[in-house]
């Protein structure tokens, strides 16, 4: 089995992009995911696409990959792209 791929849209000098990177890290080491970093300045498709809006995390690879969040984790979002079930609180 292969494992799950996030892309991580980032920059440099990006406290919102640390802060993602930083706890995404937990999530996908529970997972068994590879995290991919990409600076979207080196990548001119990518950042006339995502401008300003960075950090924004992908589930799969940048050029198809379906988005899950920006700015902020969405930890639901992403447990749930990597085939964990949502907690019910009821």
Not at 77 to 83: H, I, K, M, R, S
Request: glycine share 6%.
């Amino acid at each position: 089995m292969t494992a799950p791929t996030l892309t991580l849209l980032s920059r440099a000098y990006c406290h919102l992009c640390d802060e993602m990177q930083a706890a995404l890290a937990p999530l996908a080491a529970r997972h068994g995911a590879k995290v991919v970093v990409i600076d979207v300045d080196a990548h001119p498709a990518l950042e006339a696409r995502y401008g300003e809006r960075v950090p924004v995390l992908l589930a799969g690879a940048a050029e198809a990959g379906v988005e899950l969040c920006h700015y902020r984790l969405d930890a639901a979002a992403v447990l749930l792209a990597l085939g964990e079930a949502p907690v019910s609180r009821g």
